[in-house]
Nanobody, 129 residues
Framework: QVQLVESGGGLVQAGGSLRLSCAASGRTFSRYAMGWFRQAPGKEREFVAAISRSGGMTHTYYADFVKGRSTISRENAKNTVYLEMNSLKPEDTAVYYC????????????????????WGQGTQVTVSS
């Protein structure tokens, strides 16, 4: 019912920046969370960042390895979430996936993969040293 398309990945030098986008189409949801995960070669998929809204406020969450150098935001009218990554490191090289939790509610652990029910195809981020 929901299609997610990531874009904005590419090759960047260490210390550079990228802005990833994830556009959702199809069904809209009264309440939902959107998150970013990544998977490097030979590694498990891991949580990067997420954004949700409750109580009329926007909430953001970050993995420790990106906190302070990344910003997640959303443009509700376009059903789009962005992930701006600065000070990129070679270890940030991975396929980055966008995901939606269409039934988000307070109390869920937003960093868990199983919380999300829709996933994009991924966009490659490669950071050269």
């Amino acid at each position: 019912q929901v299609q997610l398309v990531e874009s904005g990945g590419g090759l960047v030098q260490a210390g550079g920046s990228l802005r990833l986008s994830c556009a959702a189409s199809g069904r809209t949801f009264s309440r939902y969370a959107m998150g970013w995960f990544r998977q490097a070669p030979g590694k498990e998929r891991e949580f990067v960042a997420a954004i949700s809204r409750s109580g009329g406020m926007t909430h953001t969450y970050y993995a420790d390895f990106v906190k302070g150098r990344s910003t997640i935001s959303r443009e509700n009218a376009k059903n789009t979430v962005y992930l701006e990554m600065n000070s990129l490191k070679p270890e940030d090289t991975a396929v980055y996936y966008c995901a939606v939790d269409s039934t988000y509610s307070a109390g869920v652990v937003i960093s868990l993969e199983r919380v999300y029910d829709y996933w994009g195809q991924g966009t490659q981020v490669t950071v050269s040293s």
